[in-house]
């Protein structure tokens, strides 16, 4: 192992680091953002909507990722629609991970007894208000465990995006690899930034888990 090589390209993985991030971020912010809007339309069954969802749902979960990366950086230049790879990455990121945080929203949606449900209407309260106040807090609390995992998931699954060129950890890696033939050092930079990136979260998600533990009769 050649600790000097490895000190000598850490600037080039907390660049790579960061790329990763702000991948991370925004398919993760976007892929929240469908989940909820996925969920409200499946567990309410809206009309026309819920058939859209449920093939789009089918379809992000059972094709791969790298696939959907190829037909956007690929396949849509062929039909005059020019996107950068960034873009791409995110988009196929949160086309694959809007479905997983979908079925997680549902999953604690649907964990809400109906008569709490009653219970709100009774006193007034709409529709919306019953979901924004009484609804979604608690279906939030009992998805937390899925969405920290999905999370997770996506971040490592930012990977893929170095098969489109996005100078990610895991194109860094392959890059010293390919020029230097340096495996070790440059697998052992990409595993420690990944523990970097992904420990702490992970270890906050499990806090947030235990701060917002949820039991059938209360909190635990």
Not at 5 to 30: E, G, M, R, V
Not at 164 to 187: H, P, Q, R, W
Request: aromatic share 14%; net charge neutral.
């Amino acid at each position: 192992m050649n600790w000097l090589y490895i000190i000598d390209n850490l600037p080039k993985f907390f660049d790579a680091s960061l790329i990763t991030l702000q991948l991370a971020f925004w398919s993760i912010l976007f892929s929240l953002f469908i989940g909820i809007i996925c969920a409200i339309i499946t567990s309410y069954q809206i009309r026309f909507l819920n058939p859209i969802v449920q093939v789009y749902i089918e379809l992000s979960r059972n094709t791969p990722l790298l696939i959907q990366l190829f037909f956007l950086y690929f396949g849509l230049s062929k039909l005059g629609i020019h996107l950068d790879g960034m873009t791409c990455a995110i988009l196929g990121l949160t086309f694959l991970g809007g479905s997983y945080m979908a079925e997680a929203f549902r999953a604690g949606i649907e964990s809400i007894h109906k008569g709490q449900i009653e219970s709100a209407l009774s006193l007034g309260l709409t529709s919306s208000q019953t979901f924004i106040y009484v609804i979604f807090p608690q279906a939030f609390t009992v998805a937390i465990p899925a969405i920290g995992a999905n999370c997770l998931f996506l971040i490592k699954e930012t990977s893929i995006a170095s098969a489109i060129a996005i100078a990610e950890l895991m194109f860094m890696a392959k890059e010293l690899i390919g020029l230097d033939y340096k495996t070790n050092e440059a697998l052992f930079l990409l595993v420690l930034f990944y523990l970097i990136i992904l420990l702490p979260i992970s270890i906050s998600i499990h806090h947030l888990e235990k701060r917002t533990g949820y039991a059938k009769y209360g909190s635990r």
